[in-house]
């Protein structure tokens, strides 16, 4: 190889090692721009529905809640769901209370899933079905709340099915109502949340 064709080819194979340094480059801080971001989040208010067979014979859990008002809309917001959850509904929820749906998508973080959702606003929401139930007329399981942002206030509800036997929950709750419909509802309240923390319910009953 002569020395001008030695030289164009060292020229070369350098520009593509910096093309590609550069590259990878701007995805590590693109994902890191991204990890920031996320870490920046906190959730003004939440609330967060267990309706075990409501009109499924699984239970349905429902979120509603607010991020704090800033720049970081719209982004990626992440939710640890169960294994076996079905999506009933991911995205944003107007002034007006319509619920309108976001891109979504089930993304797998360690041993964990994670519902991921492109919000375009603050407020949020998101349904979801899972069968935490053995079978029989013994109904019992563990519902962990677990929070990747911190929280400001947390409100969890968990309604009595209909028809439900020896309802108890663990912890108790100190605070509950009925509406017209014949439900009632146990509530709890749970201030300054850590971002990573969790909260536990075991609700038991018998059902025919």
């Known amino acids: 190889m002569n020395e001008c064709l030695k030289n164009k080819t060292i020229r070369a194979i350098s520009i593509v090692a910096l093309i590609l340094f550069a590259t990878g480059a701007s995805v590590a801080l693109l994902g890191s721009a991204c990890s920031a971001r996320e870490a920046d989040l906190k959730i003004k208010g939440l609330k967060v529905s267990i309706w075990p067979e409501y009109d499924d014979p699984r239970v349905l859990v429902i979120y509603r809640g607010e991020f704090e008002n800033g720049p ?18 991911a995205g944003i929820a107007t002034p007006d209370g319509q619920l309108l749906w976001q891109e979504h998508k089930i993304v797998q973080e ?12 603050p407020t949020f929401f998101l349904e979801y079905y899972y069968n ?13 709340i677990e929070n990747k942002y911190p929280i400001d206030v947390m409100l969890v509800e968990v309604q ?10 663990t912890p108790e709750s ?13 509530k709890y309240n749970f201030q300054n ?7 536990k319910l075991i609700v038991a009953y018998k059902k025919e």
């Open 110 to 121: 360690d041993s964990r899933k994670v519902l991921s959702i492109n919000i375009s606003s």
């Open 174 to 186: 100190n605070d509950s109502y009925a509406d017209p419909g014949g439900f009632t509802y146990f």
């Open 160 to 169: 009595k099915p209909l028809k439900a036997e020896g309802f108890a929950l």
């Open 72 to 89: 970081s809309f719209p982004a990626w917001v992440n939710f640890y769901i169960p294994p076996d959850a079905e999506i009933n509904g």
């Open 132 to 144: 935490p139930f053995k079978g029989g007329a013994l109904k019992s399981f563990e519902q962990k």
């Open 193 to 199: 949340l850590k971002a990573q923390s969790s909260v």
